[in-house]
Every structure is written in C-alpha cells, then in structure tokens.
C-alpha cells in the first residue's frame, strides 16, 4: 500500500511503525473472508482492510481534520483483535500493532462520551486487581437476581473451595504460574488443577505473588502507558526468581518456564520483550520473560502423557480453540493434539477460526455484537451434542457460559479429573 507521510510525520516513532505495518499491505482482501465482524455486517469498513485504509486516512491527515470523526471511531472499536486476518493474510501484514496506534491515535483526537470513559475507567478499576474483582464478583452474585439481564448473565454461580495444590518444592524441575487478575475469582480451580496434573508429571508449580493482572486490559483499552508499567511490575515480580546468578548451590532449581493457563495472558506476556524494547531499563529482563513465557499446552505436549493413567477419561467434548491461541500464539491444533494423546474424544468444530465475541473487553463494551458472535460458536460447538466444551481462556470460559447452555470449562480441569477420578 502506498503511503503519504511527510519526513517530518515519519520520524514520529508511531507513524514510522505504521508505515511500515501500511506498506505490507497488498489490498488483496483475504482478510474480509475471516474477519468475523465483516461477516456479521457485510461493511468494508468493520472487517480488516477497510479499518486499514481508515487508520491510514487518519494518520496523514492533520489534527483538526474533519475526516477524523466518531463515525471511525466506531468501526475500530468494533474490531475484535482476534488476528484472524493476520492468520489468513499472505503478506504478513501485522495489523493488531497498527489497530493499536490508530485506537490511540483517533481516541487523542476524537475523546470519549462522557458514558464511554466512566466504562473503561469502570472496567479498567474493577477488573485488574484480583482482590477488588473477587470482592465485587461475591457482591454480584449475592444480588445476582437484582441484577439487569445483560450483567447477570455474567455473573457465575460461586465456585466450590478449592483443594490444596501439592508442595511444588519436592521437584527439581521449577517453574512459575501467572494467577491473573480475573480467573482466581471466575474459575479457582483451573490454576489448581494444572499444579495437580503437572505434578504428576514432575513439574513443581508456584507463583509469584507479587505478579498481578499482565496489562493487556489497561492495553487494549488505550490506557498503554498503565499497561506498560503493569508488565514492568510482573517484571519485577518474577526477575528475582528467574535471575539466580551469584546465588549459593542450594537455591531453588533454576525456573523453566512462565506458564500462562489463560491463553490472552499469554500471548501479551510473550509480547513484553517487543513492547518494552525501548526501555533501556526492563528491554533486556523483557526479552527473557517473554522467553520464558510458555502457554500450559506448551508444556504438556513435551511431556511423556503417556505415563498418565487417563482410562476414565470421558467422551462428548468439543474444543473452542480461542483466537489468541490460534492466532496470536499460532497454536491452533496443540490443545486438541494433547487431549487425543490422553485419549480424550474430541468432536469436530466447524468455523473453528472465528471469533466467539469475547476479546477481552468486548462482551461489555459491544454487547450487541459479542452475543450474536456468542450464539453463533455456541451452535457451531454444539452441533455434535458434546457433554462439556473445552476452551483455553477465561474470558472466552465466562463468555460462552453466559448464554446458559453447554457448560464450558478449561480443557486442564476435565484432564486433572480424568486422572483422579
């Protein structure tokens, strides 16, 4: 795609960055044939290539522009960020960092509502930090029934307590758990059960209590500069226990990897290192984490699950593979690869690519859109009559959950009570 940006304009980090995102593009097309909400709505302009000619409009035209409008606002915002068309574009065009600097961009132009801003801040307040959210989700479900329809049907029934993971210090081989901010509250036992099932394998699990929500809901909802210092912070939180140079022989073993149970956790964790590359202080501890970041799948296909008594192992799942496992950390087939080695029956899915209306935020910020994306997946993922539907992300858990249908569950929680039942 050819560009018309000024030397002037080009030695602006983002537009730089843009330009040269811009100029992969080869107009083809293929995106729209993937991108969920172009399919939903048939408008160029809300699938990837119209947002593309509408994020290269507003960066070569000047502040004040009255090109610049709400109206291009609105079809950003409905973007899901899935990468589905990052997955189909034969040119490699990478267009979620270009959805990133247009967003930013158009929003320091255009602002907000007045209602638009109270909602993020809202979202951004109560999701992020895990005590805040699990003592307001407990206040929701306590009112559950006073709630409005659309917020009720978000809020889960209170999970059963926990059972107590195994000591993680009788094994040599270490490695450390990122809890999330959202999920020890919405699913308590999914961390839990992948310290059970790895300790059969001879894997201790720990965290680091210190690390908290990864960024990407500050991110994503143009509060880059709170997500950043939110990595820093994980950072910090993990360096004392990946960096052990220096230390005495009788240090805990060196850890292996940074498992991420939520796969939107981890494919931003695994973008700290190009995140922060500017930062001269954490570029170099960045890079490392984003190394040692490792979605659980990642882990279990290395290990001999053969060694694993999975005889009870139930029939009747069907596997939502989430978009930022498939195609931001290009893993599509690896959790279904997992569960056939254990002997799990895995029914097929079709349109297995598109997105189910979750991302992140979006559920609450373009509810209209997200049920309908919703309703869809859940036919597609019912369409053999499965007893469970497996899924790798809480936020896609609790998304298709709500429509009050097939129970959705992450795929470690059905394969640690395979193994203990």
Not at 293 to 314: F, G, H, P, Q, Y
Request: aromatic share 4%; net charge negative.
């Amino acid at each position: 795609m050819q560009t018309h940006f000024s030397e002037a304009a080009r030695a602006k980090p983002h537009i730089h960055e843009a330009d040269r995102i811009l100029r992969t593009c080869v107009h083809c097309g293929f995106c729209n044939a993937t991108c969920p909400t172009y399919q939903l709505l048939g408008d160029e302009r809300d699938g990837p290539r119209g947002r593309i000619y509408l994020i290269k409009e507003l960066l070569e035209s000047d502040d004040g522009d009255d090109q610049v409008t709400q109206e291009t606002q609105l079809h950003l915002d409905r973007c899901l960020s899935c990468r589905s068309c990052e997955t189909t574009c034969p040119s490699g065009v990478e267009y979620h960092k270009l959805l990133d600097i247009g967003r930013a961009e158009v929003d320091r132009r255009v602002g907000r509502r007045p209602g638009e801003r109270a909602l993020r801040l809202g979202l951004r307040v109560a999701l992020v930090e895990p005590k805040r959210f699990q003592a307001l989700l407990a206040l929701g479900q306590t009112f559950r029934p006073l709630a409005p329809h659309d917020l009720r049907d978000k809020i889960p029934p209170r999970q059963q307590p926990r059972r107590v993971r195994p000591d993680p210090t009788r094994h040599a081989r270490q490695m450390l758990i990122l809890e999330g901010c959202v999920q020890p509250g919405l699913a308590p036992n999914t961390n839990d059960a992948t310290a059970r099932v790895l300790d059969r394998l001879g894997i201790g699990v720990s965290p680091a209590p210190e690390a908290g929500c990864c960024g990407a809901i500050d991110f994503h909802l143009n509060a880059q500069a709170a997500g950043r210092d939110r990595m820093r912070a994980n950072i910090d939180a993990w360096w004392p226990l990946i960096d052990r140079r220096g230390e005495a022989t009788s240090s805990p073993a060196e850890v292996e990897a940074i498992i991420q149970t939520a796969s939107g956790c981890g494919a931003f964790v695994k973008e700290y290192g190009e995140t922060l590359a500017d930062d001269p202080e954490y570029a170099a501890k960045a890079r490392r984490v984003s190394e040692l970041a490792k979605d659980l799948v990642e882990i279990l296909r290395e290990e001999d699950l053969e060694s694993l008594n999975t005889s009870d192992a139930s029939a009747g799942l069907a596997f939502h593979c989430p978009c930022t496992l498939q195609h931001a950390q290009k893993l599509g087939g690896a959790v279904e690869g997992v569960l056939a080695r254990l002997g799990f029956d895995l029914a097929p899915v079709r349109d297995s690519h598109l997105c189910c209306g979750s991302a992140g935020t979006y559920s609450i910020t373009q509810p209209v859109l997200a049920r309908r994306l919703r309703d869809d997946k859940m036919d597609a993922l019912e369409a053999s009559s499965p007893q469970t539907i497996v899924t790798a992300n809480i936020g896609c858990q609790s998304h298709l959950n709500s429509a009050g249908r097939t129970p959705v569950r992450h795929w470690i929680e059905v394969v640690d009570e395979a193994l203990t039942a």
